[in-house]
């Protein structure tokens, strides 16, 4: 029983470490669906990390910090697409100058309201969004097997974690089920086709960004008001990228990007484990080397293991409405 207690625990740690790669990798998926690529998901992750913790703690309310954490990602996000779509600039360029900006600003604001080195004061418990305890979790906790996958596995999770694994669902949908989908995948591959219909390529990628917004500024939040009790510089630690090489591992499609997500959650969480254990022949392991193994994964991932990722035909490339 002892390795099937490490077994739940990890796996509980792959959930809990997955929830902010899924909210970005989604968020991703619904921009460059529509031909918008967004390298800047890092910096909005990051900056709604910061407004959340912020609002939250001098509110005193979770749900206050969620909502302003959505409104400075969703402001990005227009910022982004005021660059991208109504300028046609650079959307690399674009993205990476909000991935700098927000790690800039956050500190010098952190700084400057909090004189903690750019940190947040620690939140009090209903500043957070506490674990949710399902029904009948704790009368079946002792129940082998079955007891600790629904008390440990399922249940004892923050909202956000269902929220996130409830949105793949409902993200496919969207894509593949609904009106507002069969037009965001069209603008991504053929935007002229789309105006030739009387269809605003502008505002379909708009509404495409401003979920992306909505799906970063969720992100955010979740690491600093459940992983942590509160912001600390740089805290997103690059899953921003980390998001946007599951999105090409999934091949923008929601269902894998959630199995993506989940794999590299679990290349984490097993990276944390085996921190500081002797491993048979090998020995030790750095510590340095064990937090490193989750990138260098990805990247033999990426290399060998998908074969040919194609994007949305038109991602990347500003739409010229021919006169």
């Known amino acids: 029983m002892d390795f099937f207690n490490i077994v739940i625990q990890t796996l ?29 998901l890092e910096g909005k992750m990051l900056a709604a990390a910061f407004a959340g913790a ?13 909502g302003i954490a959505i409104l400075i990602s969703v402001s990005l996000a227009l910022v982004h697409g005021f660059a991208s ?8 360029v674009s993205g990476l100058a909000i991935n700098f900006v927000a790690a800039g ?35 079946m906790r002792d129940v082998p097997i079955i007891g600790p996958i629904y008390s440990e596995l399922i ?38 086709a789309v105006d ?3 269809i605003s390529v502008t505002w379909l990628r708009y509404r495409a960004v401003i979920c992306t917004g909505i799906l970063t500024g969720i992100a955010g939040v979740y690491l600093s008001m459940v992983q942590s009790g509160g912001f600390v510089k740089d805290m997103t630690a690059g899953k921003g990228y980390i998001a946007l090489a599951a999105l090409i591992f999934a091949k923008w499609r929601p269902v894998n990007a959630m199995f993506a997500c989940l794999l590299f959650g679990f290349l984490d969480a097993l990276a944390i484990r085996l921190q500081g254990t002797p491993l048979p022949i090998i020995g030790k392991v750095p510590v340095q080397f064990m937090q490193a193994l989750p990138y ?19 991602g990347g490339v500003p739409y010229v409405k021919e006169r």
């Open 85 to 92: 779509i109504t300028h046609r600039g650079n959307q690399i």
């Open 296 to 314: 260098v994964l990805t990247v033999i991932l990426l290399a060998g293991f998908i074969g040919k990722a194609i994007p949305p035909r038109a």
């Open 12 to 40: 509980d740690s792959t959930i809990r470490l997955s929830v902010p790669l899924l909210l970005a990798c989604l968020a991703g998926l619904y921009s460059e669906r529509s031909g918008i690529f967004d390298i800047g």
């Open 196 to 198: 030739t219909a009387g």
């Open 54 to 66: 912020a609002a939250a703690s001098v509110f005193h309310s979770a749900w206050i910090g969620l």
């Open 155 to 192: 249940s004892g999770h923050s909202l956000l974690v269902y929220v996130a694994f409830l949105a793949v669902p409902f993200t496919w949908w969207v894509l593949f089920r609904t009106r507002f989908g069969l037009r965001l995948r069209a603008v991504g591959e053929n935007p002229a």
């Open 105 to 139: 600003s956050t500190i010098i604001l952190g700084q400057a309201w909090f004189q903690q080195g750019g940190r947040t004061p620690a939140l009090a418990p209903n500043e957070r969004f506490e674990a949710i305890t399902l029904p009948g979790a704790d009368a």
